[in-house]
Nanobody, 128 residues
Framework: QLQLLESGGGLVQPGGSLRLSCVAS????????IGWFRQAPGKEREGVSC????????NYADSVKGRFTISRDNAKNTVYLQMDSLKPEDTAAYYC?????????????????????WGQGTQVTVSS
């Protein structure tokens, strides 16, 4: 099996924090760039952040820049998304995705079509 499993979602008040985890099962993440995406009801899927397989490059959507931080621990086969200063508009299902390409070591993409493997998502709800 080759699977990605997200966890860490939940209900949080505006201004609060959550840390999402993406754990690979059945393969090693060492060679894969990882992206985080989100989709709210009635809206298109949005790229949130990504990290190259080496960790040398990260990218963020303007809407989360300065509030979210992506990181990876290849020894744990896990990628994290630390979300601080959460806003109601951050409410969405969050998905992680993995891709292995020639550019994956030193670059990453926040375009969903660039990713091959997807998790099933974890719900984040920001509300008072």
């Amino acid at each position: 099996q080759l699977q990605l499993l997200e966890s860490g979602g939940g209900l949080v008040q505006p201004g609060g924090s959550l840390r999402l985890s993406c754990v690979a099962s059945g393969f090693t993440l060492d060679y894969y760039a990882i992206g985080w995406f989100r989709q709210a009801p009635g809206k298109e899927r949005e790229g949130v952040s990504c990290i190259s397989s080496s960790g040398a490059r990260t990218n963020y959507a303007d809407s989360v820049k300065g509030r979210f931080t992506i990181s990876r621990d290849n020894a744990k086969n896990t990628v994290y998304l630390q979300m601080d200063s959460l806003k109601p508009e951050d409410t969405a299902a969050y998905y992680c995705a993995a891709v292995r390409r020639r550019w994956s070591v030193l670059a990453c993409s926040v375009q969903s079509q660039d990713y091959e493997y997807w998790g099933q998502g974890t719900q984040v709800t920001v509300s008072s």
